[in-house]
């Protein structure tokens, strides 16, 4: 599988199934120069994502559970990235 596919592949299941099953947690994806990406720019930026040349910020390498930082952001549209455990 190519890195460009990888990277889409994890970026429409996080646009499709935002949610990690069965736990219901909320999930965003991280790219492999450590940014975090929220569902929302997954979809919007997904011919970025789709067309990465691998370390422009648009690889895709993983999906993660936010488990209780409140002062996580995506790094691109800056909204918070809900956080599976509420903010105390
Ligand atoms: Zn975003």
Do not use: K
Not at 20 to 31: C, D, E, Q, V
């Amino acid at each position: 599988m190519t890195t460009q596919s990888r990277s889409l592949r994890l970026a429409d299941t996080l646009s499709r199934a935002p949610f990690a099953w069965p736990s219901g947690y909320p999930l965003h994806a991280i790219t492999s120069d450590g940014a975090c990406l929220c569902r929302h720019c997954c979809a919007s930026e997904r011919l970025c994502i789709a067309t990465t040349t691998g370390s422009d910020g648009w690889n895709v390498i993983a999906l993660a559970v936010n488990w209780e930082d409140p002062e996580l952001f995506c790094d691109h549209c800056s909204d918070r990235i809900e956080s599976a455990y509420a903010e105390a």
